[in-house]
């Protein structure tokens, strides 16, 4: 999790200034892994240039087609060993102890001050993905690292309660052979009692199957249920590339095609201008988007949204908006504004939740706009809210609260049926539901990490077997090779923009992606850019004839099980 300035910024002399991303980790534990880094701004503008500029000259990439193979490959060997932990060899201040309640064997190990003076050793039967374990007991919450070999598997912070609890780190692909566990702990009071290594079926039996996937909202229009189809369909064969553009540009999605010779799949815009602000980069948004659109390309909307009333921010630290004092039991969610206002004069309503309700009208009228051109959107609303970052995540009853406002206030009453909606709060308890949401997601930023992030894809699977799943946020790519290997195939990736990709004066910044890995990320057989995608136009006319071909196989199936039903007679009454 990282406090970040988001994509508030536009182009001077075609030219986007950096920001940082907004995101979050999601830990080998399945619960988040909050890391402290510093905010250096909120909003940043410049001057915009026109969406209908030509910023997307060509750097010379080599013709080179990457040949990736999806790692179907994997096979699985059992192994389950559990080993007490004052069975291993214990050096300097590390010592066996039995007064802590609630251990096993013989007792436990505490003392220690450094990682080696307690290890334990474990011969692998075969290379291929194991469950690592320990359990521990602190007297107060401590962060600690699980060590295989020396190197970092996982960094955790015990609750402290003084009793032992087991800390799990999933599917950690380690080669055939001896492997040394230890622990880096940073009090010499915690006390360890046993660990376990465990032969991982995760990624052997992973899979994308979905069961008859539709939309949320059964009134979607014909070319959105189109898309969600085509997302659907290559869920688990192929990665779909998207880009984070600065607002009302189009600044990072050009520099991706300056670097790889294609352009992004989808180009992520923000709706953060829309409400409450006079920057001019709020004209010339929906111009980009439309223009992606009409050159083939998908189109995706997130929300940075500052509180509708108090202090102007969105994040939770620097408004004084209370979600809580929004909440209410009146149904407004299709209520026309007028009505709503009433309620709030008549104080049936508190003025927080009016303020809402109007900052989501002006959003759905935007909306509404690309609606009226076909164009669907990939929307992902009041993310990440777990994390507690932002206003709209002071608690999980109000979020909810708030997510079916806004989904039954643009679904039923703006009649919005081109969105397709996208939940990333990032916490299983704060999932709003299958009959709110088609696609789940999760932000990472993992810094120098391109791993495929598969933990973070089962658990999001977890969450529902029914939903596709995605990153929508990251700092770094995963290479298509870990995504290959570990049978990581998100729906799409989201790259985040600003100097997650450039530097101040425009040019590409290696820190997080190198230009290397790049070109390999859009030039291979496993990804999708927007040359790839198939021609929404006819994407949506051949749909439509499957749905047709459906429903008439159907209405005949009916016609002929009624033929086969005897018709109902009625007895005579006896003489």
């Given at each position: 999790?990282?406090?970040?300035?988001?994509?508030?910024?536009?182009?001077?002399?075609?030219?986007?200034?950096?920001?940082?991303?907004?995101?979050?980790?999601?830990?080998?534990?399945?619960?988040?892994?909050?890391?402290?880094?510093?905010?250096?701004?909120?909003?940043?503008?410049?001057?915009?240039?026109?969406?209908?500029?030509?910023?997307?000259?060509?750097?010379?990439?080599?013709?080179?087609?990457?040949?990736?193979?999806?790692?179907?490959?994997?096979?699985?060997?059992?192994?389950?060993?559990?080993?007490?932990?004052?069975?291993?060899?214990?050096?300097?201040?590390?010592?066996?102890?039995?007064?802590?309640?609630?251990?096993?064997?013989?007792?436990?190990?505490?003392?220690?001050?450094?990682?080696?003076?307690?290890?334990?050793?474990?011969?692998?039967?075969?290379?291929?993905?194991?469950?690592?374990?320990?359990?521990?007991?602190?007297?107060?919450?401590?962060?600690?690292?699980?060590?295989?070999?020396?190197?970092?598997?996982?960094?955790?912070?015990?609750?402290?309660?003084?009793?032992?609890?087991?800390?799990?780190?999933?599917?950690?692909?380690?080669?055939?052979?001896?492997?040394?566990?230890?622990?880096?702990?940073?009090?010499?009071?915690?006390?360890?009692?046993?660990?376990?290594?465990?032969?991982?079926?995760?990624?052997?039996?992973?899979?994308?199957?979905?069961?008859?996937?539709?939309?949320?909202?059964?009134?979607?229009?014909?070319?959105?249920?189109?898309?969600?189809?085509?997302?659907?369909?290559?869920?688990?064969?192929?990665?779909?590339?998207?880009?984070?553009?600065?607002?009302?540009?189009?600044?990072?999605?050009?520099?991706?095609?300056?670097?790889?010779?294609?352009?992004?799949?989808?180009?992520?815009g923000d709706m953060m201008l829309m409400t409450g602000s006079t920057d001019p980069a709020k004209n010339t948004e929906l111009e980009c988007a439309e223009k992606f659109a009409a050159d083939g390309g998908l189109v995706g909307y997130m929300w940075h949204w500052s509180a509708p009333m108090g202090k102007s921010s969105y994040y939770a630290s620097e408004t004084d908006f209370d979600l809580s004092k929004a909440v209410t039991a009146e149904k407004i969610a299709t209520m026309p504004?007028?009505?709503?206002?009433?309620?709030?004069?008549?104080?049936?309503?508190?003025?927080?939740?009016?303020?809402?309700?109007?900052?989501?009208?002006?959003?759905?009228?935007?909306?509404?706009?690309?609606?009226?051109?076909?164009?669907?959107?990939?929307?992902?609303?009041?993310?990440?809210?777990?994390?507690?970052?932002?206003?709209?995540?002071?608690?999980?009853?109000?979020?909810?609260?708030?997510?079916?406002?806004?989904?039954?206030?643009?679904?039923?009453?703006?009649?919005?049926?081109?969105?397709?909606?996208?939940?990333?709060?990032?916490?299983?308890g704060w999932y709003v539901g299958d009959s709110m949401c088609d696609i789940i997601s999760v932000d990472i930023y993992d810094e120098g990490s391109t791993d495929g992030n598969v933990n973070s894809l089962l658990f999001l699977q977890s969450i529902s077997k029914k939903k596709p799943v995605a990153i929508s946020e990251c700092g770094n790519l995963p290479s298509i090779q870990s995504i290959a290997d570990e049978k990581a195939m998100w729906t799409y990736i989201g790259q985040w923009?600003?100097?997650?990709?450039?530097?101040?004066?425009?040019?590409?910044?290696?820190?997080?992606?190198?230009?290397?890995?790049?070109?390999?990320?859009?030039?291979?057989?496993?990804?999708?850019?927007?040359?790839?995608?198939?021609?929404?136009?006819?994407?949506?006319?051949?749909?439509?004839?499957?749905?047709?071909?459906?429903?008439?196989?159907?209405?005949?199936?009916?016609?002929?099980?009624?033929?086969?039903?005897?018709?109902?007679?009625?007895?005579?009454?006896?003489?």
């Amino acid at each position: 999790m990282r406090k970040s300035r988001c994509l508030s910024l536009a182009l001077a002399l075609a030219l986007a200034i950096g920001a940082s991303g907004c995101g979050s980790n999601i830990n080998t534990n399945s619960q988040l892994a909050e890391e402290s880094s510093s905010d250096t701004s909120s909003q940043v503008t410049t001057t915009v240039t026109s969406a209908s500029e030509d910023t997307t000259k060509k750097t010379t990439v080599p013709e080179i087609m990457e040949k990736v193979v999806i790692g179907d490959y994997m096979s699985y060997t059992k192994y389950a060993v559990t080993k007490q932990a004052e069975s291993a060899k214990l050096t300097g201040t590390a010592k066996m102890a039995s007064t802590r309640e609630g251990y096993l064997g013989k007792g436990y190990v505490t003392g220690m001050t450094k990682p080696e003076q307690w290890s334990m050793e474990f011969e692998l039967p075969a290379a291929q993905y194991y469950h690592a374990a320990i359990v521990l007991a602190t007297d107060k919450p401590t962060r600690n690292a699980l060590l295989m070999d020396g190197k970092r598997l996982s960094e955790f912070t015990t609750t402290g309660n003084g009793h032992f609890e087991i800390i799990t780190v999933k599917n950690n692909y380690l080669d055939k052979g001896k492997h040394t566990m230890s622990l880096e702990t940073a009090d010499p009071k915690t006390d360890i009692d046993y660990c376990w290594m465990k032969a991982s079926e995760d990624i052997t039996n992973i899979s994308f199957a979905l069961a008859d996937p539709a939309l949320s909202n059964k009134n979607a229009d014909i070319g959105t249920q189109a898309v969600y189809d085509y997302l659907c369909t290559s869920y688990g064969k192929n990665v779909i590339l998207g880009q984070h553009d600065s607002v009302g540009t189009t600044a990072e999605s050009d520099l991706i095609y300056q670097t790889t010779g294609k352009h992004p799949a989808v180009r992520f815009g923000d709706m953060m201008l829309m409400t409450g602000s006079t920057d001019p980069a709020k004209n010339t948004e929906l111009e980009c988007a439309e223009k992606f659109a009409a050159d083939g390309g998908l189109v995706g909307y997130m929300w940075h949204w500052s509180a509708p009333m108090g202090k102007s921010s969105y994040y939770a630290s620097e408004t004084d908006f209370d979600l809580s004092k929004a909440v209410t039991a009146e149904k407004i969610a299709t209520m026309p504004i007028e009505q709503i206002r009433k309620l709030e004069q008549e104080k049936k309503i508190s003025s927080e939740c009016l303020a809402l309700v109007n900052d989501i009208d002006t959003v759905s009228e935007k909306l509404k706009q690309l609606a009226d051109k076909g164009i669907t959107v990939i929307w992902r609303p009041l993310h990440e809210a777990s994390n507690g970052y932002f206003w709209w995540g002071k608690d999980e009853k109000s979020y909810k609260w708030l997510w079916t406002l806004m989904y039954t206030r643009q679904t039923q009453y703006h009649k919005l049926n081109n969105l397709i909606w996208v939940w990333s709060a990032q916490n299983a308890g704060w999932y709003v539901g299958d009959s709110m949401c088609d696609i789940i997601s999760v932000d990472i930023y993992d810094e120098g990490s391109t791993d495929g992030n598969v933990n973070s894809l089962l658990f999001l699977q977890s969450i529902s077997k029914k939903k596709p799943v995605a990153i929508s946020e990251c700092g770094n790519l995963p290479s298509i090779q870990s995504i290959a290997d570990e049978k990581a195939m998100w729906t799409y990736i989201g790259q985040w923009g600003g100097n997650f990709l450039m530097n101040e004066d425009g040019t590409l910044s290696e820190k997080y992606n190198t230009k290397q890995q790049l070109q390999t990320m859009y030039n291979n057989n496993i990804t999708i850019t927007r040359d790839k995608l198939p021609d929404l136009k006819k994407l949506t006319e051949d749909f439509k004839k499957k749905q047709d071909e459906k429903q008439k196989a159907k209405a005949k199936t009916t016609t002929a099980a009624d033929k086969k039903t005897p018709a109902a007679t009625t007895a005579k009454p006896n003489a």
